[in-house]
């Protein structure tokens, strides 16, 4: 299976884990340092508009989420030849391409950052079966992303999971029932 890039899923009627890695090690492998940089500043700027009281660790979740990830991706050995929800992976798709459709007209609109953040929310969801919001990630009210030794648990997943700009639709994460 020859596939080029993420959208090049779409016209699969199936794949495997190792297939699906292979595609993102090889987009992961194009983001440099300087992607990363601007993907960075992006997130950055956009934390703006983030609550004053929890910036700083969104900013550090976020930055150091990006960094590592990418790095992980590209290092990931497997040989899992599980094969994947094709309808779950096309509606991920289908959405993270929606997202990047409707940025791109924004004048802060930031492809490197939309890169990574495709490949990211991928890798997480459908290669090693964690949250795409790392583990820790500060949401506000002071709640975390936390694992409870057998599920991921995210305090706004029931309030963002249908949101079209938001990756709740498909993270494997559950609904932290401490914050309903």
Avoid at 9 to 23: H, Q
Avoid at 34 to 40: E, L, P, Y
Avoid at 128 to 142: A, D, L, Q, S, Y
């Amino acid at each position: 299976m020859e596939l080029e890039y993420i959208k090049d899923l779409l016209s699969c009627n199936e794949i495997n884990r190792d297939n699906l890695l292979t595609l993102l090690k090889t987009e992961a492998r194009l983001i440099n340092i300087h992607d990363i940089m601007q993907a960075s500043a992006f997130l950055i700027n956009d934390a703006r508009y983030v609550q004053g009281s929890y910036r700083k660790a969104y900013i550090e979740a976020y930055t150091l989420a990006f960094i590592n990830r990418i790095k992980e991706v590209k290092e990931h050995q497997t040989d899992d030849n599980e094969y994947l929800d094709i309808d779950e992976v096309h509606e991920a798709i289908i959405l993270l391409l929606n997202q990047e459709t409707e940025a791109s007209g924004v004048d802060s609109f930031d492809p490197a950052f939309f890169q990574i953040y495709k490949i990211i929310s991928l890798y997480t969801t459908f290669i090693v079966k964690e949250p795409v919001h790392p583990v820790g990630t500060p949401f506000p009210g002071g709640f975390k992303v936390r694992y409870d030794g057998e599920n991921y648990l995210c305090p706004v997943k029931e309030v963002q999971k249908d949101n079209p700009r938001a990756v709740c639709g498909f993270c494997i994460a559950e609904q932290d029932p401490e914050t309903m």
